[in-house]
């Protein structure tokens, strides 16, 4: 069992930045392939991003990608989600996931899953 913490979510600005963190509190992710989820009001929770293991590979959905990047500080015991040039599109409640298999999959869908933290949410005005 592992606990999942995030934080950094907040109000941006179209085109603005954030940095989201995922946290195990006394305990430690290296175990661990952890990725993003967000889900806007009314619509299906998507798989953003995910960072393997030994960070050998990483995922990033279409909406996403070149504007988000994940990243993995073990030392830090963290998983980090730059997140660029922000649009209203991106507005949903992030939540930080984790799983034990050493791989991202290739399409991330929620139940493949197993830990998930509580959420922050990310509002970008139109």
């Known amino acids: 069992?592992?606990?999942?913490?995030?934080?950094?979510?907040?109000?941006?600005?179209?085109?603005?930045?954030?940095?989201?963190?995922?946290?195990?509190?006394?305990?430690?992710?290296?175990?661990?392939?952890?990725?993003?989820?967000?889900?806007?009001?009314?619509?299906?929770?998507?798989?953003?991003?995910?960072?393997?293991?030994?960070?050998?590979?990483?995922?990033?959905?279409?909406?996403?990608?070149?504007?988000?990047?994940l990243s993995r500080d073990n030392a830090r015991k963290t998983v980090y989600l730059q997140m660029n040039s922000l649009t209203a599109g991106d507005t949903a409640v992030y939540f930080c996931v984790g799983r034990l298999g050493p791989r991202c999959p290739d399409n991330p869908v929620p139940v493949e899953w197993d830990y998930w933290g509580q959420g922050t949410q990310v509002t970008v005005p139109p």
Not at 18 to 37: E, H, I, K, M, Q
């Open 1 to 69: 069992q592992v606990q999942l913490v995030e934080s950094g979510g907040g109000l941006a600005q179209p085109g603005g930045s954030l940095r989201l963190s995922c946290a195990a509190p006394g305990s430690t992710l290296d175990y661990y392939t952890v990725g993003w989820f967000r889900q806007a009001p009314g619509k299906d929770r998507e798989g953003v991003s995910c960072i393997a293991k030994y960070a050998d590979s990483t995922y990033y959905s279409t909406s996403v990608k070149g504007r988000f990047t």
